[in-house]
């Protein structure tokens, strides 16, 4: 029987910097495929392909990704477009994607100056929002209807948190 992991870890050529927040690329490396998860210091990422939206709002770092169309992850930073309202979030963005480009998103660890509502307090569950980038703490008894997608680390400082992705929501 297999031990370990539950979802497969793949390599990405990340040159030539290396990092996976300096990843904005006109097409796939060879080898990369849609959808990937790749880990680099207990951080998960996802590969994929960015669309602005019909509002044409870019991302921002530490925005979140929703799903624009998840069977070819696809996402978008517009919330109009999003595909399944608040319980779209894919993930949040690590660079500034360009439209029609290939990127990473955060789905795993932590990560900071990520966007939130401005009532969030340490330890709210978060969820997506119809605002653009925006996650919102999760009210009680409503976290059966919305998916919980962080945990907030830091209270709000200048509208933004460190979160903690929950894996398990986002793959």
Excluded at 66 to 85: C, I, P, Y
Excluded at 110 to 132: M, R
Aim: hydrophobic fraction near 40%.
């Amino acid at each position: 029987m297999a031990t370990g992991r539950f979802f497969p870890l793949q390599t990405i050529d990340l040159s030539p910097t290396g990092d996976p927040s300096d990843f904005n690329v006109a097409t796939l490396p060879i080898g990369a495929q849609l959808g990937q998860i790749y880990e680099q210091d207990g951080k998960c990422y996802r590969l994929v392909k960015f669309s602005n939206g019909t509002g044409s709002v870019a991302c921002v770092v530490g925005g979140a990704a929703l799903w624009e169309d998840k069977d070819n992850f696809l996402v978008t930073s517009d919330a109009t477009d999003a595909e399944a309202g608040v319980n779209s979030v894919a993930g949040g963005f690590v660079d500034v994607l360009t439209d029609g480009y290939y990127g990473l998103i955060q789905i795993g660890g932590d990560q900071t100056g990520v966007k939130v509502d401005a009532g969030t307090a340490i330890a709210d569950q978060l969820s997506g929002s119809a605002t653009d980038l925006t996650l919102v703490h999760t009210d009680d008894g409503t976290a059966s209807i919305n998916l919980v997608v962080a945990i907030a680390l830091t209270a709000v400082s200048g509208g933004t948190s460190t979160v903690r992705w929950v894996l398990g929501s986002l793959i």
